[in-house]
């Protein structure tokens, strides 16, 4: 008899998002004058811009004839794209970055549940409370946790850093020692990020333990303050402790076009075992390749045109974080984020846990956000709104929420 990877029944509860878009549908069925406003999923709304629509074209027309027709794509991805990227996101940042540490990927969801395949089951893992749940859920399924504690909302085996705002929801070198560390700044879901030199703590103690970082840097193009690292490789020591994961999503609204990458530098080794060759070892056994046209769409976005354009797509959603967060701390409410990131983390008025506020926006407000307890324990008593709404429905919702 076949068995299935009983992994997946330690997985606790339903996806939050589900559970969200199930409340939202009895809400409208039962309600279907109202307008909701929705400030919930980490979606963006604007189209894919002018640059990457004549990529898009061009390489579509491309495919239609036989002379430059694509197939297969390189394992490791195309080198226009890997040299782009290699030049833009990390020379100009003055880091140097191998074309051949650099793998093109469908986007970092993927990628960061993906890169467990080349560790030990056996590693332990350090996590964010609240977290980005792809991190800790495609680790239950590796079987590199215990059991999820319902008393405790953690899983066994699992050590869980506490981002308070007793601690500017930064974490903090945990006191037992992981052997993987998941770092996401800035922030899903706080929009916190740490300095150049907090993240500098972190690689310095990575080093010393032995332990690899997984750096998720999906919102790297938020970062609006000069003291906050734009890669990990900005810090001394990073190449031999961090694998460094990128997105097209949030920066250029690739969300539904789907592209990524990550980087893995040659000098990340356990032992004499060089992780970059496992992960192209896994990438050109278990992946294909992502469309030849979205990495030449990829690819648009590093042109002078295209830089411009993601800037703009950028600066739209920054002034509704603005919106949002000058609206609501006026209104008396606690709020961070919203500075280097797209999201607002505020905390629940009256003593309301992250669900009931998050009923009472819906009900009384028509407007859905997403509980801070879905993302871990400490997320209790904090709710998510996010910036990728038009102008128009934030200040609404804001109003909304503020009256
Ligand atoms: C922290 C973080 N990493 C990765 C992703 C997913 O990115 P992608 O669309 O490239 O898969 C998200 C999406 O919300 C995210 O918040």
Known sequence: MFKVNDNYLKLAGSYLFSTIGKKVAAYSAANPDKKLIRLGIGDVTLPLTDSVITALHKSVDEMAKKETFMGYTPDLGYEFLRSAIAREDFKTRG???????????????????????????????????????????????????????????????????????????????????????????????TGATITKDELQKWVDYANSVKAVIIYDAAYEAYISEDNVAHTIYECDGAKTCAIEIRSFSKNAGFTGTRLGYTVVPKELKSGDVSVNALWARRHGTKFNGAPYIIQRAGEAIYTEEGKKEVRSLVDYYMKNAKVIKEGLTKAGYSCSGGVNSPYI????????????????????????GTPGSGFGPCGEGYFRLTSFGSYENTVEAVERIVK
């Open 95 to 189: 880091v140097d970055i191998a074309i051949d540490e650099i793998f093109i990927s469908d986007g970092a969801k993927s990628d960061s549940g993906n890169i467990g395949d080349i560790f030990s089951v056996d590693n332990r893992v350090a996590v964010c409370d609240p977290v980005y749940t792809v991190y800790v859920d495609t680790n239950v399924m590796a079987g590199r946790t215990g059991n999820y504690n319902e008393k405790t909302g953690k899983y066994d085996n699992v050590i869980y850093m506490p981002c308070t705002k007793e601690n500017n929801f930064a974490p903090e070198i945990p006191k037992e020692t992981p052997d993987i560390i998941y770092l996401c700044f800035p922030n899903n879901p």
């Open 345 to 368: 983390w505020l905390e629940t008025p009256n003593n309301m846990t992250s669900w009931e506020f998050f009923d009472y926006l819906l009900e009384e407000k028509n407007v859905v």
